[in-house]
């Protein structure tokens, strides 16, 4: 059976992305909604987006309500599940699949705030106790975090 999060989608591109983040916080949302909520520096058209929301929907990255006269619009994947996806991809592609290294070199990019930095402090010592807490491996012994 497969769940939600278990869909393959394709990446969405950068303007796809723009809509998406419109889409997260607004859904359901209409394309008037979503065209109210973007940047006004980019002058793109009503009908731009509109188009823009029929490409998506047929690439299934967002599901179409026809119910209404006015098509309401939700993203087929949530915010947190699209994320997660263009990170395993990226992670893949450029760091052969270590999340750790990737995480290493995001880190080194850009300087974390304390609460950014205490987050990941956290999630460091959840993934140590979830380690202690499995088994062994008697022919591989432990990997470290």
Do not use: C
């Not at 950068?14 to 607004?26: F, G, N, P, V």
């Amino acid at each position: 059976m497969m769940t939600k999060s278990s869909k393959v989608l394709p990446r969405p591109t950068e303007a796809e992305l723009e809509l998406l983040r419109i889409l997260w916080e607004k859904e359901p949302a209409t394309v008037r909604e979503i065209y109210d909520g973007l940047d006004r520096s980019r002058h793109v058209g009503y009908t731009t987006v509109l188009k823009l929301m029929q490409i998506m929907t047929t690439k299934g990255l967002v599901v179409r309500d026809e119910a209404n006269r006015a098509h309401l619009y939700r993203a087929a994947l949530s915010q947190d599940e699209t994320q997660n996806e263009m990170l395993k991809d990226l992670s893949v592609r450029l760091f052969s699949g270590s999340a750790a290294q990737l995480a290493l070199h995001a880190l080194a990019m850009e300087p974390a705030s304390g609460d950014e930095l205490d987050a990941i402090r956290a999630l460091i010592d959840a993934k140590r106790a979830m380690k202690d807490a499995q088994p062994a491996h008697p022919e591989r012994g432990r990997e470290e975090v």
